[in-house]
């Protein structure tokens, strides 16, 4: 697969980053800092961008080209001259939004498969927290009726309790 972009991580004094992709024009160029895009760099040279103010320790760098598909790059007009130059734009355009193009979808697979996995995970884990929950339920429903049971016994009791004492007070006056 083509190059379309290259991926630093900032140390906090570098502020020169080279990439190694073809790109038509430098408006074409374009940078993320840690994913949001930044205007914050200048071209020290045709392969080198430099960022204003040097990248943060451990902030993700991405240099890449996003090249313009909503129209050609050279437009021909009839009864003109056709240049070589002007031809090999238009292909080198079309190539490069192909390429663009590719690696997005690739990345879009990965990031979909990523995805699944984690959703895949989360269901799992889901259906183990429901799985724990049944069991305290369950739990739960056992305390209460082994607490009923317990209620009703000691109700019992102190009936019988209430009523050995009777019998012992007529035992008693005997």
Do not use: C, W
């Not at 437009?75 to 090999?88: H, Q, R, V, W, Y």
């Amino acid at each position: 697969m083509a190059t379309i972009q290259n991926l630093y991580t900032g140390n906090g004094s570098t502020t020169n980053y080279s990439f190694s992709f073809e790109y038509l024009t430098s408006s074409h160029v374009k940078v993320s800092l840690d994913g949001v895009d930044t205007t914050a760099f200048t071209f020290a040279n045709a392969t080198t961008i430099s960022f204003n103010t040097a990248p943060t320790s451990g902030q993700a760098i991405r240099i890449y080209r996003r090249t313009p598909f909503d129209s050609s790059s050279s437009t021909f007009f009839p009864g003109s001259s056709i240049k070589a130059e002007d031809l090999n734009s238009n292909f080198d355009q079309s190539l490069y939004v192909i390429q663009e193009a590719t690696f997005d979808t690739s990345q879009s697979a990965i990031d979909s498969a990523a995805a699944r996995t984690s959703a895949d995970a989360a269901n799992t884990k889901a259906d183990t927290a429901i799985s724990t929950a049944n069991t305290a339920s369950a739990t739960a429903t056992s305390a209460e009726s082994t607490a009923n049971t317990a209620s009703s016994d000691a109700t019992q009791a102190a009936a019988d309790a209430a009523s050995a004492t009777k019998v012992a007070a007529l035992e008693n006056r005997k």
